[in-house]
């Protein structure tokens, strides 16, 4: 009897056990699928979610089950304060976590500029082990670098107007005989230019020897001063000393008067002509001096708070193929093109031998070196929405967060990052495409109405 009481006692014990267990599991069961959140969408209207199957209202597809893991915590905003750091001022890659003096040149550190105070995480992913099989991201870490961006510019050669001249006539008279037969003809300084009838002229000359014989024959200071005043006359009205010379030894003056270039260059215009008549002032010639020529170059506006008057210009043109001419910038135009949003700006170059001439096409390099080392990232790992820039920070092996960030100049596949990252960070530079699309597919950006 007392044996039956002990086994009923043991049977029911069991049996409750059993109860029990089977009561804990379902509860188990249900934390496990509590973790994981499940609706059906339409592959191509993922904007669709309902939370049982059926077909899709728009084109009547059949709806696709999704599996969202709700382990991670929602969305936030992540505000991090970077530590005050302070750098040598001389040698800025030298750093200190605390106020010191810089162990390079001994000057007092100066505290770095803190960049990227706050970052917006605007969405995050959480791979599934199954997802990840699939899934082979490149990482860059944050870095600071120092940035050189080349900017490549189209230009054209331009007559310097520094070097344009003319060939005046300084006393009116007609024009008996032109030397210079067409326009583009290069005129030497001292070369014959035109002949000129100037009875102006030949009484001037005339005077001249009347007070050179007098002031032979005489010594006194009146005759002096009268033969001083007529060579400076002469002189005045483009006569040169050999000319007035040989007038007196000759004992007349020519009816026809050559004139003589003051200038050298390319004749740009030609005004005269035989039987014209000139007053003073008009210009028998209009000349280029080609010794030194114009690069106008064009900068499109997003480059052009980088150029400087200074900056060393690389050209090459293709008549003088290998060849690399240095010049200096030395005009910025003060005023942007409202039509072509370019800046004009200009560089002078020597040009001794002439072989440049106005009009020809010039392929320049400007290297601008800016400024500090600023945190830096990979082209390829900002997704650029016109509306934001974004990038993929890996937090573990499983979870991805998107960042919006302020984004810099870009140079040689890499843009400088003014807000938005810390230095270390792990941005997904291979790969950020499937982040984006799976936080897309999920409805996981935040605040993407209107601006994605």
Not at 186 to 199: C, H, M, N, T
Not at 262 to 269: A, F, L, S
Not at 289 to 314: A, C, N, P, T
């Amino acid at each position: 009897m007392d044996r039956l009481i002990v086994l009923t006692i043991l049977v029911t014990f069991s049996f409750l056990t059993a109860c029990s267990k089977d009561s804990k599991e379902p509860k188990s069961h249900l934390h496990k699928h509590e973790k994981q959140k499940s609706y059906y969408t339409c592959s191509m209207h993922p904007q669709i979610k309902e939370n049982k199957p059926g077909k899709c209202p728009i084109c009547h597809m059949n709806l696709t089950k999704i599996e969202i893991d709700n382990d991670s915590s929602d969305l936030e905003i992540a505000s991090k304060i970077e530590k005050d750091v302070w750098q040598c001022q001389n040698f800025p890659e030298v750093t200190s976590e605390k106020e010191d003096v810089c162990p390079m040149d001994g000057t007092p550190m100066v505290k770095r500029k803190k960049e990227n105070i706050a970052a917006k995480v605007v969405a995050k992913v959480r791979l599934r082990k199954a997802q990840l099989k699939h899934f082979s991201p490149e990482f860059f870490p944050v870095t600071t670098m120092k940035m050189n961006k080349k900017i490549r510019l189209l230009g054209s050669v331009l007559q310097s107007e520094e070097k344009e001249s003319n060939i005046p006539a300084r006393i009116d008279g007609r024009i008996e005989k032109v030397y210079v037969k067409s326009t583009g003809s290069f005129v030497k300084k001292g070369d014959p230019v035109v002949e000129l009838y100037s009875p102006k002229l030949i009484t001037a000359g005339e005077e001249y020897i009347l007070a050179k014989k007098s002031s032979t024959r005489s010594k006194s200071k009146e005759f002096k001063d009268l033969l001083r005043q007529s060579k400076e006359r002469l002189r005045r009205w483009g006569i040169d000393d050999k000319q007035f010379e040989s007038w007196y030894k000759n004992g007349e003056v020519p009816k026809q008067i050559t004139i003589f270039s003051p200038n050298t260059g390319i004749v740009r215009k030609r005004n005269a002509t035989v039987g014209k008549y000139f007053k003073e002032g008009q210009n028998f010639f209009e000349l280029s001096d080609l010794s030194d020529v114009w690069v106008e170059m064009d900068v499109y506006e997003f480059d052009s708070s980088l150029v400087k008057i200074g900056q060393e210009v690389k050209l090459e043109f293709s008549s003088l193929p290998g060849e690399i001419i240095n010049g200096e910038i030395d005009f910025i135009n003060p005023v942007l093109d409202s039509k072509s949003r370019t800046l004009k700006i200009r560089a002078t170059i020597k040009n001794p031998h002439g072989k440049l001439k106005p009009g020809m096409v010039a392929n320049a390099v400007l290297n601008v070196s800016l400024e500090g080392e600023p945190f830096v990232v990979p082209r390829s790992a900002i997704i650029d929405t016109g509306k934001r820039k974004v990038v993929w920070v890996q937090v573990n092996n499983k979870e991805f967060r998107a960042k919006t960030i302020l984004a810099g100049i870009e140079s040689e596949g890499y843009v400088e990052v003014k807000e938005g990252l810390m230095e270390g960070e792990k941005v997904v530079i291979e790969g950020n495409f499937l982040l984006d699309a799976q936080a897309q597919l999920f409805g996981g950006y935040e605040e993407m109405v209107g601006q994605k």
